[in-house]
């Protein structure tokens, strides 16, 4: 029987010959198929897996050496594209439609020889985080299904959680890798913004969004980010800084790590007291084993979700303005006949028919700050709380002590009209 615990045993099963690739594409479809009512799955691959799996046997038996991530079997999430594959966002609005190349991330992979099974579900357009918001209904927590997976990746959280895949690929723009992994209880990392080229990951916010992993241990986020991080001539935005050899480093610790915690996050009403508790009892138990433990004040936590949302929104309003169904995608029926107004209310028939209720929210409230009217009122605004916030944790990040002093310093610049 296939089991898996890591891609490094995985591989070295590979090559002693107790396991072959086609013996682990079955395996998971079967299980897609025996636990499809968590939803996890848009479109599921299996006959193309199963023959690129039969090739990468037959190429390792003769002899050639396998790549990093040979006959890996990998997810993806429905807003990351891949080429001759729909790819939907789990939206209406794109019903239909298919990728006509491949995102960088999944370039990468492949040439790694990974084995891509199939498409995530998702909350549509990544707007969302409890993947209840899909066009192609909600995901379904596989610990405890009457709870949600998280979201918006969550289709792909429960995927490797629930044993459906190896691996997968998810979408993050305010925590939607992260909070879904924690949900799941798995492994979810976002990398640094530009870490991993964005070309191919349909936009939701521009300089927000980034593509992350999730897997069952940090080995395999680690050679899964060696492999598609670099620099990317199609993304102007991806970090030039060289890719380290991620998946040979030495996860043991060397000396004791200097720790710090948000003392206004730990100490406010509205955290839940079993979590706290939760918090407080790992501070003491990385204490107890030689790191150092400090309280700094962040003094700007309640000006972080105002200012992604009126951000992020933004961004999404001016992104999501070229799903009008002329090109790609829905597009809904005349509804009377051809006019001068026409082409305004055939627009309007297809983006209201074709998005859900989130995204037009998104959309709605994203056009509002931009109007000319609110611009410097919202939209300037959260661009230099945003402004400060990387310059607060630049600052922590890279000299702690100082964050007393420096409050002292910019306490009258909290003032100014950004945070007025």
């Known amino acids: 029987m296939f089991k898996y615990q890591s891609i490094a045993q995985y591989r070295a099963e590979l090559l002693e ?5 086609v013996s682990a594409v079955q395996h998971y479809l079967q299980q897609i198929t025996d636990r499809r009512h968590l939803n996890a799955f848009i479109k599921v691959y299996g006959e193309e897996a199963l023959h690129r799996a039969h090739e990468l046997d037959e190429k390792r038996k003769s002899g050639q050496p396998p790549g990093k991530l040979h006959g890996v079997v990998i997810a993806i999430k429905d807003v990351i594209c891949y ?22 991330a999944v370039e990468r992979l492949l040439a790694a020889e990974a084995i891509i099974i199939g498409s995530t579900n998702c909350d549509e357009f990544a707007m969302g985080s409890t ?19 998280g979201g918006s990746s969550g289709g792909s959280a429960v ?29 979810g990392f976002k990398p640094t913004y530009g870490r991993i080229s964005r070309y191919g990951l349909i936009a939701y916010a521009s300089s927000f969004d980034q593509i992350g992993i999730f897997a069952r241990n940090i080995p395999d986020v680690a050679i899964m980010l060696e492999i598609m991080a670099g620099p990317d001539e199609f993304d102007s935005t991806a970090s030039s800084v060289p890719v380290q050899p991620y998946s040979e480093l030495n996860q043991s610790l060397s000396r004791p790590l200097k720790v710090a915690y948000f003392k206004e996050a730990l100490e406010s009403e509205a955290l839940d007291p079993e979590m706290k508790k ?13 790191h150092s433990v400090e309280p700094i004040d962040f003094e700007y936590l309640d000006y972080i979700v105002p200012a992604y949302y009126i951000l992020s929104t933004a961004e999404a309003s001016s992104n999501l303005a070229r799903f009008d169904g002329v090109k790609y995608g829905f597009r809904a029926k ?23 209720a989130e995204v037009k929210r998104r959309i709605m409230l994203g056009t509002f700050v931009l109007s000319a009217g609110y611009y410097d009122a919202y939209f300037t605004r959260a661009q230099k709380v945003r402004k400060l916030l990387v310059e607060k944790t630049r600052l922590v990040l890279s000299c702690p002590v100082r964050v ?14 950004a945070l007025s």
């Not at 790819?87 to 006509?100: D, H, N, P, Q």
């Not at 490797?160 to 798995?186: E, H, K, N, Y």
């Open 278 to 290: 939760s918090i407080v009892s790992f501070t003491e138990k990385l204490k107890g084993d030689g």
């Open 131 to 149: 993947t209840e918001n899909s066009a192609c209904g909600k995901v379904l927590n596989a610990i405890d299904e009457t709870r949600v997976p």
């Open 159 to 187: 995927a490797v959680q629930a044993g459906l895949c190896m691996a997968s690929l998810g979408s993050d723009t305010g925590g939607s890798v992260r909070q879904p992994a924690d949900f799941c209880g798995i492994i």
């Open 83 to 104: 080429k001759d594959h729909p790819v939907t966002a789990a939206s209406k609005i794109l019903e239909g439609f298919t990728s006509v190349y491949n995102a960088t």
């Open 17 to 21: 010959g107790t396991t072959t690739c």
């Open 404 to 417: 007393a002093s420096w409050r002292a310093i910019t306490r009258k610049r909290v003032a100014f009209s």
């Open 334 to 356: 005349n509804g009377g006949n051809v006019d001068k107004n026409y082409l305004t209310e055939f627009y309007c028939r297809t983006r209201s028919k074709g998005f859900g």
